[in-house]
Antibody, heavy 126, light 106 residues
Framework: VQLLQSGGELKKPGESLRISCEASGYNFTTSWIGWVRQTPANGLEWVAIIYPDDSDSRYSPSFRGRVTISADTSISTTYLIWESLKASDTAIYYC????????????????????WGQGSQVTVSS | DIQMTQFPSTVTASVGDRVTITCRASQSVSDWLAWYQQKPGKAPRLLIYKASRLHSGVPSKFSGAGSGTEFTLSISSLQPDDSATYYCQQYSNFYSFGQGTKLEIK
């Protein structure tokens, strides 16, 4: 089971960007998957999550309107998309799986990221 | 938004020691609380979920406790490899992370 992210990106303010996260080793359609941003100033922040089977998505209020999350089930890949980057988008972005935890038949919830990608460094600078 | 506060920010301990890190939520998160370990240049690694459930493959030297607004992560028999930053994360109302506790082994 792994998540493989696209490589680092150096972009200028105003440019668009799409980073990707390819899942393997599990059924991509039946676990939520999301993006988490990490910066020295703000630490770890969740950005957005998506359920690939029906593309139901949720956004952090801090990021809604700034990014779009999508998923392509044919290639088990989720994307994070910016239309117009800002310098403040500079960060490491991780994708992470959000499985449904069970102990036998007991449901133990969903919301902990159990598998993470290796991270994608996004740098926005003029 | 639920704010998560960890303390201490940094802790230094010796090989063989036991250390406890605390995480406090600004409102009750029940037991919807996870702990992660992150080493420099690496992604976080899930250690504990649902406050006290040890994730698959994680050694039993890690243990979690608490509910409501106060939680702890304890690490026993410290080894140099335990040097890392540890984060708590609530998932009661979407998601938010603590600011991290850096563990140094001397």
């Amino acid at each position: 089971v792994q998540l493989l992210q696209s490589g680092g990106e150096l972009k200028k303010p105003g440019e668009s960007l799409r980073i990707s996260c390819e899942a393997s080793g599990y059924n991509f359609t039946t676990s939520w998957i999301g993006w988490v941003r990490q910066t020295p100033a703000n630490g770890l922040e969740w950005v957005a999550i998506i359920y690939p089977d029906d593309s139901d998505s949720r956004y952090s209020p801090s990021f809604r309107g700034r990014v779009t999350i999508s998923a392509d089930t044919s290639i088990s890949t989720t994307y994070l998309i910016w239309e117009s980057l800002k310098a403040s988008d500079t960060a490491i972005y991780y994708c992470g799986r959000l499985p449904f935890f069970y102990d036998g038949s007991e449901f133990l919830g969903m919301g902990a990221f159990d598998i993470w990608g290796q991270g994608s460094q996004v740098t926005v600078s003029s | 938004d639920i704010q998560m506060t960890q303390f201490p920010s940094t802790v230094t301990a010796s090989v063989g020691d036991r250390v406890t890190i605390t995480c406090r939520a600004s409102q009750s998160v029940s037991d919807w609380l996870a702990w992660y370990q992150q080493k420099p240049g690496k992604a976080p690694r899930l250690l504990i979920y649902k406050a006290s459930r040890l994730h698959s493959g994680v050694p039993s030297k890690f243990s979690g406790a608490g509910s409501g607004t106060e939680f702890t992560l304890s690490i026993s028999s410290l080894q140099p490899d335990d040097s890392a930053t540890y984060y708590c994360q609530q998932y009661s109302n979407f998601y938010s992370f603590g600011q991290g506790t850096k563990l140094e082994i001397k």
